[in-house]
């Protein structure tokens, strides 16, 4: 099994940009699909995006498409979340997920998780 870390959440400003990295134990993914969740306080858990890791193509949410970029670097075996612009209603826990299907969005599909790292967004 995959054990994943999250890391680079903090605090911001809105209009600030952050970047999370997702880096798996023993350094390497050893799967499908790698994706970012987020969960506000108080909601469920929803899909940021994703990458295909043995080809580099990525997937987004509609609704952050533009604002998140997501990349991998397939010699640090890290997968990252750049996020632009970041506004208070960004504010939740960023997890890491990987999944063995491709072009997977939803939590159930994904077996392996990291912690979680928290992202807020001040206005």
């Known amino acids: 099994q995959v054990q994943l870390d999250e890391s680079g959440g903090g605090l911001v400003q809105a209009g600030d940009s952050l970047s999370l990295s997702c880096t798996a134990s023993?350094?390497?993914?050893?799967?499908?699909?790698v994706a970012w969740f987020r969960q506000p306080p108080g909601k469920d858990r929803v899909f940021v995006g994703g990458?295909?890791?043995?080809?580099?193509?990525?997937y987004y949410d509609g609704s952050n498409k533009g604002r998140f970029t997501i990349s991998r670097d397939a010699v640090q075996e890290t997968v990252t979340l750049r996020m632009d612009d970041l506004r208070p209603e960004d504010t939740a826990v960023y997890y890491c997920a990987a999944a063995r299907i491709f072009g997977a969005t939803m939590p159930q599909d994904y077996e392996n998780w990291g912690q979680g790292t928290q992202v807020i967004v001040s206005a």
């Open positions: 023993g350094g390497h993914f050893r799967t499908n699909t």
């Open positions: 990458i295909r890791w043995n080809v580099g193509s990525v």
